[in-house]
């Protein structure tokens, strides 16, 4: 599936079948407004919809790390992310560290940890969505890197890191590679490639 506009902020997907708008029109961005605060009440909202997420046995294996543009937390985060993700994040409203309980309190593996994390995350970037922000969730990280600098200890693992804030133009990016990143059209693998049925 592609997008049909890929200039406007809003940019719904063409979908196969009918899906939820907050769905169909939320993506992830590279080039953020540097000047956009983002509220205390939408950064709240987004945390508590990954609270209330499904978990495994209720065992909400997830922490978050949140860090707004500006302070030495949110500068840490970024200098534990990989290549390119250091060009654009700065212009972020907020810098999330997702982290999972891979290991429980008895030292046995919690084997759903970053499944469940994954889940809260979704939620979270749902709901951003719909409170009229945008996410970009990025696997580039210094794992280990960010375990040291939070004193995460070996339960706790970082999976991804999630930039959040206000959309802005593509054309405010100063990177070419990433502005055209920015500008391609959205894929999707088709529901054949993706889906077995009996």
């Known amino acids: 599936m592609t997008l049909t506009d890929?200039?406007?902020?809003?940019?719904?997907?063409?979908?196969?079948?009918?899906?939820?708008?907050?769905?169909?029109e939320r993506w992830s961005p590279r080039?953020?407004?540097?000047?956009?605060?983002?509220s205390e009440t939408a950064l709240t909202s987004a945390l508590e919809a990954a609270r209330w997420s499904a978990s495994a046995a209720n065992t909400q294996p997830w922490k978050f790390i949140v860090a707004r543009r500006g302070t030495p937390m949110f500068d840490l985060i970024t200098e534990n992310l990989m290549g390119f993700n250091r060009v654009w994040t700065p212009?972020?409203?907020?810098?999330?560290?997702?982290?999972?309980e891979v290991v429980d309190s008895e030292g046995k593996p919690r084997r759903w940890g970053m499944y469940d994390l994954g889940q809260a995350v979704a939620n979270l970037t749902v709901q951003a969505h719909a409170d009229g922000l945008h996410v970009h969730q990025m696997g580039g990280i210094e794992v280990e890197g960010l375990r040291a600098a939070f004193d995460l200890g070996e339960r706790?693992?970082?999976v991804t890191v999630t930039a959040l804030g206000v959309v802005a133009p593509?054309?405010?990016?100063?990177?070419?590679?990433?502005?055209?990143?920015?500008?391609?059209?959205?894929?999707?693998?088709?529901?054949d490639e993706i889906v077995v049925t009996a």
């Open 156 to 158: 706790w693992e970082p």
């Open 6 to 24: 890929t200039t406007s902020p809003v940019r719904t997907a063409d979908t196969s079948s009918p899906i939820l708008d907050v769905l169909a």
């Open 91 to 100: 212009n972020a409203s907020v810098l999330i560290v997702n982290v999972a």
């Open 170 to 191: 593509a054309e405010n990016l100063a990177d070419e590679k990433t502005r055209a990143r920015e500008l391609a059209p959205r894929t999707r693998k088709s529901l």
């Open 31 to 38: 080039s953020f407004d540097e000047t956009a605060e983002v």
